[in-house]
């Protein structure tokens, strides 16, 4: 079975701070995607990466950037935090070759 | 500009009955698409999906239809089970260079009362 694991379940953070939302990977996808969910909203794309150190931005990049170091692990930077990042951040992955997507258990972060 | 759009927030069912969700799409550019179901605290989880070359996918209780002219697709589950309570999000990938990227709709709130 694809695992993606987040680093973090629940996260509270002060405005400002500068905040990292890790995630790995273990089936090797070329794909990773940070979505952002907000009720009535749905999914939103912030950042996705096809390749190691590729990145292209999303539906709402403002605020936010990303950095793949590895093939397994894709990190989510929140430069400084605002109340309106808080959130539940989603990430997942995907072969190069598939659309569907296996997402990690979601972060819960909240911004005070 | 929303590109896909469930209409309705929410849904409620009676257990052993037909939930049909809906889901409508603007660009024409999509050739894939997908449903996942969401429980609260979880990330979504996928459920089934369906090519642009097919109108109908099934599999075990779900099924999903695609009608391309109105741009509509719909996810029923018969028959309805608790345990289907959940969020269910429709998605559509463009293909081609898109890289999987996903659009998704707002979700939709399925209730199955037992």
């Known amino acids: 079975d694809v695992k993606v694991t987040q680093s973090s379940r629940y996260l509270v953070k002060r405005t400002g701070e500068k905040v990292f939302l890790e995630c790995v990977q273990d089936?090797?996808?070329?794909?990773m995607f940070w979505y952002r969910q907000d009720p009535g909203l749905g999914l939103r794309l912030i950042y996705f990466?096809?390749?190691?150190?590729?990145?292209e931005k999303g539906d709402i990049p403002e605020g936010y950037s990303v950095s793949r170091e590895k093939k397994e692990r894709f990190s989510l930077i929140l430069e400084s935090a605002s109340t309106n990042q808080t959130s539940m951040y989603l990430c997942?992955?995907?072969?190069?070759?598939?659309?569907?997507?296996?997402f990690g258990q979601g972060t819960r972060l909240t911004v005070v | 500009d929303q590109q896909v759009k469930q209409n309705s927030p929410s849904l409620s069912v009676q257990e052993g009955r037909i939930s049909i969700l809906n889901c409508d799409y603007t660009?024409?550019?999509?050739?894939?698409f997908l449903w996942y179901k969401k429980y609260p605290a979880e990330g979504p989880t996928f459920l089934i999906s369906?090519?642009?070359?097919?109108d109908k996918n099934e599999d075990g209780r779900f099924t999903v239809f695609l009608n391309k002219s109105a741009k509509h697709l719909s996810l029923h589950i018969v028959p309805s089970q608790p345990g289907d309570s959940a969020v269910y999000f429709c998605?559509?990938?463009?293909?081609?260079?898109?890289?999987?990227?996903?659009?998704f709709g707002q979700g939709t709130i399925l209730t199955v009362h037992p």
């Open positions: 369906i090519s642009s070359i097919k």
């Open positions: 660009n024409s550019m999509f050739d894939y």
């Open positions: 998605a559509a990938n463009a293909g081609g260079t898109s890289y999987g990227k996903l659009t």
């Open positions: 990466s096809y390749d190691v150190k590729m990145k």
């Open positions: 997942a992955s995907s072969p190069a070759d598939r659309a569907a997507a296996f």
């Open positions: 089936m090797d996808h070329e794909n």
